[in-house]
């Protein structure tokens, strides 16, 4: 007898295992029937049981197992994946699923250990097909849960950014008004301006979070080119970022022809992303040297600090989301938003406009180079991604 005619002739008590396993992971506050914990359980050792009766050769089972073989089992495939969107809606954790799993293997290979039949050879390569089945099933529906999960995550930080930003601009437009009255003395001044260099960094954190969301579902940061100056774009940010921050020296130098067609304020956005990076990570006793080059149908900006070099394994992962490379002291620096999310929005941005980031740090110094095509590629702008509300 195969494991696939044992496992139908055993359905019943598999099932009802499974069953009364499920009830010790149901969430608290849950009463579920008999048959919403059975969910796919009868279907889903069918389908494998029908799996495992087609013949496959090695090559065919090494792809599988590897996952190399798209379109395999479609059946399995399908009922995985409704177990595990079944169980996400349920409540079921993470974990929960994947010890349904772990238990319903134990539960069959259990049983077919304790036949009565003395095992033999063909026994090994029945467990062995059972387990890649089991596998696959496994694969399917833990990754569609973890896609459910990271859905959910990014449309709650999504909803959570936009809702922020109306409260957020009542407290900026209620700051500037104080701030223009005379009303306020000297003390009650400093502080209100307080209160609007703080809502202005929530506002730039919210403006990340809603980058972040977009890009995380696969969209690309939508940018509008337009004809734009990228010295005068430069000067302007390094002047913001001095104001912002008095105890920071910037070097900016610029050569060459520096117009083309880009986001204006995506363009900003990147430039003071690298020069809030720089301030942060940097010495502060040493200036960030920013360097804007217009060479052939490109142009490129560098913005380079000294300090405590970024270790090369913490490079590799630098521009990915939620990611920051070590502080230069023992504590994130005033100014840090801790998100990390900047310098992945920064790369997005490049990215977006057809160009490219690196990152370049030895015991002297910290630079990160910027290339940009004068003109981004055709079809790279709002109307080709949305509408890029931000």
């Known amino acids: 007898m195969t494991i696939a005619d044992f496992t139908e002739q055993q359905l019943g008590p598999i099932v009802d295992e499974w069953v009364e396993f499920a009830r010790t992971r149901v969430p608290p506050s849950h009463d579920f029937t008999r048959e919403e914990l059975a969910d796919h359980a009868k279907v889903l050792l069918l389908a494998i049981a029908a799996d495992m009766r087609q013949a496959q050769g090695a090559e065919?089972?090494?792809?599988?197992?590897?996952?190399?073989?798209?379109?395999?089992?479609?059946?399995?495939?399908?009922?995985?994946?409704?177990?595990?969107?079944?169980?996400?809606?349920?409540?079921?954790?993470?974990?929960?699923?994947?010890?349904?799993?772990?238990?319903?293997?134990?539960?069959?290979?259990?049983?077919?250990?304790?036949?009565?039949?003395?095992?033999?050879?063909?026994?090994?390569?029945?467990?062995?097909?059972?387990?890649?089945?089991?596998?696959?099933?496994?694969?399917?529906?833990?990754?569609?849960?973890?896609?459910?999960?990271?859905?959910?995550?990014?449309?709650?930080?999504?909803v959570l950014g936009h809702d922020l930003r109306t409260p957020i601009g009542v407290v900026q437009m209620s700051a500037r008004y104080l701030l223009q009255s005379d009303t306020l003395d000297g003390p009650q001044t400093k502080a209100v301006a307080r209160i609007l260099t703080s809502s202005e960094r929530m506002t730039s954190m919210v403006k990340d979070i809603l980058d972040f969301t977009q890009t995380a579902f696969g969209v690309t940061l939508p940018i509008s080119p337009a004809p734009a100056d990228m010295e005068a774009i430069a000067r302007s940010i390094v002047g913001e970022v001095t104001t912002l921050r008095p105890d920071c020296h910037v070097d900016l130098s610029v050569a060459g022809d520096l117009h083309g067609r880009w986001d204006g304020d995506r363009i900003s956005q990147m430039l003071a992303n690298l020069l809030a990076n720089a301030a942060q990570h940097g010495d502060a006793s040493e200036p960030i040297i920013v360097r804007v080059r217009g060479e052939g149908d490109k142009v490129t900006f560098s913005v380079t600090n000294k300090g405590t070099p970024i270790p090369a394994n913490a490079q590799k992962t630098l521009f990915l989301p939620l990611r920051q490379a070590p502080a230069s002291e023992g504590e994130r620096k005033a100014g840090s938003s801790g998100l990390g999310l900047g310098l992945y929005i920064t790369r997005e941005i490049a990215m977006a406009h057809g160009g490219s980031i690196e990152v370049a740090s030895d015991d002297k110094s910290t630079s990160f180079l910027v290339r940009l095509p004068r003109v981004p590629p055709a079809g790279r702008d709002r109307r080709a991604h949305g509408d890029g509300n931000r």
Not at 100 to 116: C, D, G, M, N, Q
Not at 131 to 148: F, P, T, V
């Open 60 to 158: 065919a089972r090494h792809d599988k197992a590897q996952g190399n073989q798209a379109g395999n089992a479609p059946a399995l495939t399908r009922i995985a994946r409704e177990h595990a969107a079944q169980r996400f809606e349920q409540g079921f954790s993470f974990d929960h699923l994947v010890s349904e799993f772990r238990a319903l293997r134990a539960s069959v290979i259990r049983r077919w250990v304790a036949r009565p039949q003395q095992p033999d050879r063909s026994d090994l390569e029945e467990m062995t097909r059972f387990g890649e089945a089991m596998d696959q099933a496994l694969y399917e529906s833990a990754s569609l849960y973890a896609r459910k999960v990271e859905d959910s995550r990014n449309l709650l930080l999504g």
